[in-house]
């Protein structure tokens, strides 16, 4: 038979599914529970002491995710994929997720240090195949900051920054430039062609023909699909 501090998390858990933590009031997770109110300050400390371990019970299951992502012989390729992962996990707990990386009060959910752990081994494995540019500290930190951030956006503002291009182009750019991946994009070249032509035109230094700017711009342009695509 589950205990009544097993009931109070179970309870909690089940109200972020629907509902952020703010909107969660401590009598409804006792109806929920089937406990009185004081139990939970018997607990836990207060609503808040609750809310950590809530958010340490999350990391729990973020970390199991992160443990299962597969070892490949492209290190980079598993930074993608965990960075993925780590979007995926979000967006399937957007409430949950809120509380484990945007905490309030003093304490904290310790598990955070463990998920950079593991995103330190990642790196490390990195930069022992010689494809890191930067400490694996420093690396790590920043892949992080930048995952949580997509996430924390991609939640807040889903019609502004909820595009998943949004998130991969965001992972491209930061584990590209701490690796020495960076895909560049071929039409920047032809970009920085066009512009000086346009700036010659309007100045009159270095006029080009219409044909020569015309022939530019048609290089911007993206890559219509095959059509076997």
Not at 77 to 99: C, E, G, M, Q, S
Not at 128 to 156: F, H, K, Y
Request: aromatic share 4%; proline share 5%; net charge neutral.
């Amino acid at each position: 038979m589950s205990t009544a501090r097993e009931r109070i998390l179970e309870a909690t858990a089940e109200l972020l599914a629907t509902k952020d933590a703010l909107a969660i009031s401590t009598r409804a997770i006792c109806d929920r529970a089937g406990v009185g109110m004081p139990e939970i300050y018997r607990q836990f400390g207060d609503k808040q002491g609750l809310l950590t371990a809530v958010a340490d019970i999350g990391f729990e299951r973020f970390l199991a995710n992160k443990r299962r992502n597969p070892f490949t012989d492209d290190p980079v390729a598993d930074l993608r994929t965990a960075w993925d992962a780590h979007v995926a996990f979000a967006l399937r707990n957007p409430h949950l997720y809120r509380l484990m990386f945007t905490p309030t009060g003093d304490a904290k959910p310790q598990a955070i240090k463990e998920a950079q752990a593991l995103l330190l081994s990642a790196v490390e494995r990195c930069r022992d195949a010689g494809r890191l540019r930067t400490t694996p500290e420093l690396a790590g930190q920043s892949i992080l900051s930048a995952n949580v951030g997509v996430c924390l956006m991609a939640l807040s503002f889903p019609e502004l920054f909820g595009g998943l291009d949004i998130s991969q182009s965001v992972r491209d750019a930061v584990i590209g430039k701490v690796t020495g991946d960076e895909r560049e994009d071929a039409r920047i070249g032809t970009a920085t062609v066009l512009a000086q032509a346009l700036v010659g035109t309007l100045t009159g230094t270095a006029p080009a023909n219409g044909a020569d700017i015309d022939r530019l711009a048609r290089a911007l342009q993206p890559s219509a699909p095959s059509p076997d695509a």
